[in-house]
DNA sequence: TCAACATTCTATCGTTCATTAGAACATTAG
DNA sequence: CTAATGTTCTAATGAACGATAGAATGTTGA
């Protein structure tokens, strides 16, 4: 293989190239603007009023995009209109728009299968909860009795007694991930509580052990209200 | 207009979504990448010597460009493989260049320094060359790497990777009319081996736009050594 | 079990970039 | 000319991102 540094170079700057493209597409108001001066003609403020965005800052996305070619102006008295480059373009994002439909169709839906079937088959572990807890992508609840909660409870977890949950007193958006939590191992209030949760369409777990496998390895556990 | 804050936000979380793919093909090295993938399946380390990227990097960028769902992975032993989504991903990267190539004029710039003179070695058309082929009057030469030729090549061709033919492991008899063809417009392996080819005194040129072009049309690919 | 290897995860650093304010530049109307 | 309008330029800030080091994870073979 040609570890050949001129190669390199070449092939670097081709590639820069390249990027100068999908840069310009890389940002939702940008891909909107190139929607829009699809459709005909436009000036600064008319897109700026149709995008929600200042002038300003139409303006300045507008510049990025003529630096790479996509689009062109045309001044007009003291206005300038915009329009795409060419009829490429207009194809070049219809099909970026084609790719983000199959293709992110296809992430969500394999994201789903992967959780949904590891959901079935293991609870979560302290550690990997830790984590997601630090990425703040899933909300933890104790679902023992009240006092149980008081007397400590893993920090940042509502509590949320079955008796509650029963009764729908607990309802945070369907997108949200839950991880239930009771006594131990052999509590079977978090089983059911995940039970549940899943018959109404969240994507909820437990955690292994409960709060004793929390404790384990030295977790901080916060008591009272 | 709709200034419908509900329109807005709908339109918000559309394009933020098409802005995923942007975002992957925004940065030189993930275009570089999503063009070795669309020649084989191949690992982290291999892409990682191939970009001269350490691996760290090339399995961080690797990670972006799952997460848009324009590659997909495959686990063999140690190993991880990735490969693109599908031949759509091909496609739009291929569209990308193109347009790249059409819309900046610096892409020209660039080419021409390298490259310079590139033309005055006759690049033949994928239906010329088929003709030829046909008639038997012309050697085929696929100077790419060898996994890249097992991963499909020409019917007909051989497999002669430059740093092969730079050691004169491939000589024919001087009579032979030879074509050489690599990745596609923008690959120098086969500039650089008809030139190598004539200076050894052979009638040597090169397929425009490599695989690709040839691909292009439904042509037959081959498969295996 | 250990060791060796491939890859990914986590955290940090430095840079780039989007956003936005303020000033400046054109253009036209009066 | 001045004022009003439309647009761009310059600069500053804060967030996001790429690069990368170090630790962790997972897999294979002894």
Redesign the interface.
């Known amino acids: ?3 050949d540094p ?3 170079r ?23 603007l190139l929607d829009l001066l699809g459709q005909a003609e436009r000036t600064v403020a008319d897109v700026a ?2 995008t ?1 965005m200042p002038i300003k800052n139409t303006s300045a996305h507008l510049r990025v995009l003529r630096a ?3 689009v062109e102006t045309r001044k007009d008295g003291p206005r300038v209109f915009y329009r795409l ?2 009829a ?2 207009h ?2 994002v219809r ?6 439909h ?3 169709a ?2 969500e839906r394999v994201t789903q299968l992967y959780l949904d079937g590891r959901d079935e088959l293991e609870p979560v572990t302290a550690r990997e909860l830790e984590r997601r807890m630090r990425a703040g992508d899933v909300t933890v609840i104790d679902v023992r009795p009240r006092e149980e909660y008081e007397a400590g409870h893993i920090p940042g977890a509502l509590s949320v007694p079955v008796e509650q949950l029963k009764r729908r007193r607990f309802a945070p958006p369907l997108s949200r991930q839950l991880v239930a939590y009771c006594r131990g191992r052999y509590c079977v209030y978090a089983v059911e509580a995940v039970r549940l949760l899943r018959k109404r369409g969240y994507r909820a777990r437990r955690l292994v052990d409960g709060l004793p496998g929390w404790r384990q390895g030295g977790r901080h556990v916060a008591v009272g209200a």
């Open positions: 293989m040609p570890a001129v190669h390199r070449f092939k670097d700057a081709l590639y820069a190239q390249f990027a100068r493209i999908g840069h310009a597409v890389s940002t939702p108001k940008r891909i909107e009023h149709q929600a790479s070619g996509l480059a060419d490429q373009v194809e070049f099909q970026l728009q084609a790719l983000a199959t293709r992110l296809d992430v």
